[in-house]
């Protein structure tokens, strides 16, 4: 008799779990983003849950939440309760906060995340005035084993350009001198007025000077080349490793049921096939780079390790 209650009640368990993941959502949705509102991560963020909220029943709202290297955001959704109304859309840093552990303490750790999907990626570029000289990276490399140097604008150290400026100068044996400005805002005029030979900046802020002829892009700093500059080869195409994927994604707490996760998840990969999405995508320079949670979750997984090796061949991270 106990054993036919137990196996009624699991039976119920299973029922209502379906019914409750058969009608979720039941509720508005909340997309926490750990930047300020207008830059390239809200902006895709805004995107993905104006296009969520045309297949669902209900808003889906994006809340900004900064601060503390993306970590205030970050902690939030690793904190909310598990039922999938409160996600995160997330770069690497509040992904992996622990591989920062050398810049700031996040009360929280990729353990206490669940990635859902990837959603897009950024696309940071070495780039130069159209008229330089420079038309390659390797002209980039014999500038510098020539001349003993060359200054190049990143958005700061331990950055992925940086990163992979670091990289770059110990395989070559040259010197790469990053210049950090903290932003496109401020990279993109001092390269322009020539107080760095190459600059290091995202493809979304490069594209209009691109276009009119001011600027040349030399390489990205991405997986693939990406469809808004088809013609313009990769770091790793040229020979150098990257540290890790500049991508943006879909989050929850790490008890997310797998259940809601997978209804996310499809979801998502409808998304990032629809015409009106991509060329919203494209309106904005914002590479589509979709991973599925699995697949997504691997590429994570070796992004923390890789940049715990960098950091630690570099002497980040106290004795």
């Known amino acids: 008799m106990k054993t036919i209650r137990s196996v009624l009640l699991f039976a119920m368990g299973l029922l209502f779990a379906g019914l409750a993941l058969a009608e979720y959502p039941e509720k508005a949705i909340t997309i926490v983003v750990p930047y300020p509102a207008g830059g390239v991560m809200d902006l895709t963020a805004r995107a993905l849950a104006d296009s969520m909220t045309g297949y669902i029943a209900h808003p889906v709202i994006v809340v900004n939440k900064t601060g503390a290297g ?20 997330f770069p690497v840093a509040a992904a992996v906060p622990e591989v920062f552990r050398f810049a700031y303490s996040a009360p929280y750790s990729s353990n206490d995340l669940l990635p859902v999907s990837a959603v897009a990626a950024t696309a940071m570029s070495f780039a130069v005035k159209a008229d330089s000289p420079i038309k390659s990276m390797k002209d980039v490399i014999e500038l510098a084993r020539k001349g003993g140097g060359v200054l190049i604008g990143t958005p700061g150290k331990q950055t992925l350009p940086s990163m992979i400026m670091v990289k770059m100068a110990t395989k070559e044996g040259v010197k790469l001198e990053d210049v950090p400005f903290g932003g496109d805002a401020k990279t993109l005029p001092a390269l322009l007025g020539e107080h760095v030979v190459v600059g290091a900046i995202d493809y979304a802020a490069l594209k209009p000077s691109v276009e009119s002829g001011k600027i ?20 790793l195409e040229l020979g150098y490793d ?38 919203r995508m494209k309106e904005m320079s914002i590479q589509i780079s979709y991973k599925d949670g699995a697949t997504y979750r691997q590429a994570l997984a070796r992004d923390r390790d890789n940049l715990e090796t960098f950091f630690t061949q570099q002497g980040m991270y106290k004795k």
Request: with cysteine; hydrophobic share 45%; proline share 10%.
């Open 242 to 279: 990257l540290p890790y994927v500049s991508s943006l994604g879909l989050f929850g707490p790490k008890a997310l049921p797998e259940g809601v996760a997978k209804k996310l998840d499809e979801l998502v990969a409808k998304i990032v096939k629809e015409p009106k999405f991509a060329q």
């Open 70 to 89: 993306a970590t205030i955001g970050g902690a939030a959704v690793a904190a909310a309760p598990p039922d999938g109304y409160t996600l995160g859309f």
């Open 216 to 235: 040349r892009v030399l390489a990205v700093c991405t997986e693939k080349r990406i469809d808004l500059a088809p013609d313009v080869p990769t770091v």
